[in-house]
């Protein structure tokens, strides 16, 4: 049974591989004109830019993302949320979005729960689903957030991110998308106050990021 499982995904994803290759390979793309990241707000409600932490050389090259953020913002009450963006004008040539999912434990952090979170954000009329995560690395903990974004869609699965790639790329010639990562500390044990934060500043800083990617 194991084994039948494994034929089956081994096969759905050769399908998407080759439906991608001619929804992609094939065409002509239209690729989004997009602003640069750093121009991305410095305040988020009660949130302000703590500072820019530049990503190391060698971790951008693993990437190929063609732009990205990542920046510490801060509330008064000192509570801290570090926001990441990766963007991909066109996944056309094998650049995309890699899995926190993969790359945290390539990190070092232990994945402790993984579940799915709703959150209701302005100018949505519905939740959008993101993916929470607690991880730990030695005694620290914090909590994950993350979504893809593309042509004004989130989403949480990395599965259905590669099928509406594929059904953007025949509908539209568009093969854009964004990573988008939360991350709040864990102080002490209080993993579901770190959530809360984390929830509270995906609800300040989302309107941003609706109108810094492209719709």
């Not at 730990?136 to 909590?143: H, I, P, Q, T, Y």
């Not at 998308?177 to 044990?189: C, F, M, N, Y």
Request: overall charge neutral; charged content about 20%; some cysteine.
């Amino acid at each position: 049974m194991p084994r039948n499982r494994y034929v089956v995904i081994l096969s759905v994803m050769l399908l998407v591989q080759g439906s991608f290759y001619y929804a992609i390979a094939l065409r002509d793309e239209n690729i989004p004109t997009v602003a640069p990241l750093q121009v991305f707000p410095a305040h988020a409600g009660d949130w302000q830019m703590y500072k820019d932490v530049p990503i190391e050389k060698d971790v951008l090259e693993i990437l190929k993302a063609d732009d990205t953020l990542n920046r510490i913002y801060a509330k008064p009450d000192g509570r801290l949320a570090f926001l990441f963006i990766a963007f991909f004008k066109t996944q056309r040539s094998g650049q995309a979005p890699h899995s926190p999912k993969n790359c945290l434990p390539g990190s070092g952090w232990e994945s402790l729960e993984a579940d799915p979170i709703t959150i209701d954000v302005p100018g949505r009329s519905e939740p959008i689903l993101t993916n929470r995560y607690l991880v730990a690395r030695g005694n620290e903990k914090s909590v994950v957030l993350y979504w893809y974004q593309s042509h004004n869609r989130i989403i949480a699965g990395e599965f259905s991110a590669k099928f509406w790639l594929i059904a953007d790329s025949i509908k539209y010639h568009r093969s854009d998308s964004a990573l988008v990562k939360i991350v709040v500390p864990v102080l002490g044990a209080d993993s579901d106050g770190a959530t809360k934060t984390a929830v509270e500043f995906v609800k300040s800083v989302f309107p941003a990021i609706a109108r810094q990617l492209p719709t």
